[in-house]
C-alpha cells in the first residue's frame, strides 16, 4: 500500500512558539493532503484540504492564521502551529490521498501522526 | 449530510472469539466504504475496503461486506488475536474526496 510519513513523531514546545509538522508521500504523488486533529479517545476531526500549488481549504472553525498549511510539491504538505499554547496540545495526523486510477477508489492513506504538547 | 455510525465500545473478547463491530452509515449516492484500524499511539492503517452493493473487503483475517438494502459495513473476525486490540473506525467517501468517520470502537483481547 501508499506509505506516508510524518515529522516529528512528537514535539513538546514553549507557549508562543511555532511548530512545523511535515507529512511525505513515499512511493506516490499527491495532489492532495489532508490534516486532522485527534483528541485522546474521539474520532478524527478534519482541519483542512491541502492541494499542490494552491490555498488550502479549511473547516469550519479552524483558524487558518493559525494553521498555516503549505503543499509546496506533490509529495510534500507541511502544516505549521504559530503562536502555539496549550490548548493546541493535540494528536495531529495526516492524510494522502490515492486516486481511483490507483486504488480502484478514491482511498486516503494516513501518516502515523504527530503529538504534539505545549507548555 | 453523509454520517457514519458505529457501536459504541470497548469491546472486550477473549483471544480466539469472533468478532463484529457494526457499522451503519447514511450518504448520498454510492459511497465507498473502509474500515482503518489504529493501535496505540500511532496514525490510522487502511484496513480494507469495498466500493460498491455486495462487494466484500479482507484482510488480515477481517472481513466486511457493503450491504446497500440495510446501509451497512459490518467489520467480522472469526478468531481473534491479542495482537488485535486497537480502535477500529469504520469511514465513508461519498466521492468528494473527504471521508466521514465513525467514532470509533475500541477493541480489546486479553489472552
Known amino acids: 500500500g501508499a506509505v506516508v510519513s510524518q ?26 493532503m489532508f490534516w486532522y486533529r ?20 479549511y473547516e ?5 492564521d493559525k494553521f498555516l498549511i503549505n503543499h509546496a510539491s506533490l509529495t510534500l504538505s507541511t502544516l505549521t502551529v504559530t503562536s502555539a499554547h496549550p490548548e493546541d496540545s493535540s494528536f495531529y495526523i495526516c492524510s494522502a490521498r490515492v486516486p481511483p486510477g490507483l486504488a480502484g477508489t478514491d ?3 494516513f501518516g502515523p501522526g504527530t503529538r504534539l504538547t505545549v507548555l | 449530510g ?3 455510525t458505529q457501536m459504541e465500545g470497548p ?16 450518504a448520498t449516492g454510492y459511497p465507498s466504504l473502509f474500515w482503518y484500524v489504529q493501535y496505540p499511539g500511532e496514525g490510522l492503517q487502511l484496513l480494507l475496503k469495498a466500493t460498491k452493493a455486495d462487494d466484500k473487503g479482507s484482510n488480515k483475517g477481517f472481513e ?3 450491504r ?30 473527504t471521508l466521514t468517520f465513525g467514532k470509533g470502537t475500541m477493541l480489546l483481547v486479553s489472552p
Open chain 1, 60 to 64: 469550519q472553525g479552524v483558524e487558518k
Open chain 2, 2 to 4: 453523509d454520517s457514519v
Open chain 2, 64 to 66: 466486511a461486506t457493503y
Open chain 2, 11 to 26: 469491546v472486550t473478547l477473549s483471544e480466539e472469539a469472533f468478532l463484529t463491530i457494526n457499522c451503519t452509515y447514511t
Open chain 2, 68 to 97: 446497500k438494502e440495510t446501509t451497512s459495513f459490518h467489520l467480522e473476525k472469526g478468531s481473534v488475536q491479542v495482537s488485535d486490540s486497537a480502535v477500529y473506525f469504520c469511514a465513508l467517501n461519498s466521492g468528494y474526496s
Open chain 1, 38 to 57: 485527534q483528541f485522546p479517545k474521539q474520532s478524527l476531526m478534519l482541519m483542512a484540504t491541502s492541494n499542490e500549488g494552491s490555498k488550502a481549504t
Open chain 1, 107 to 109: 482511498t486516503q492513506y
Open chain 1, 7 to 32: 515529522h516529528p513523531s512528537w514535539v513538546i514546545c514553549k507557549s508562543g512558539t511555532s511548530v512545523k509538522i511535515e507529512c511525505r508521500s513515499l512511493d506516490f504523488q499527491a495532489t492532495t
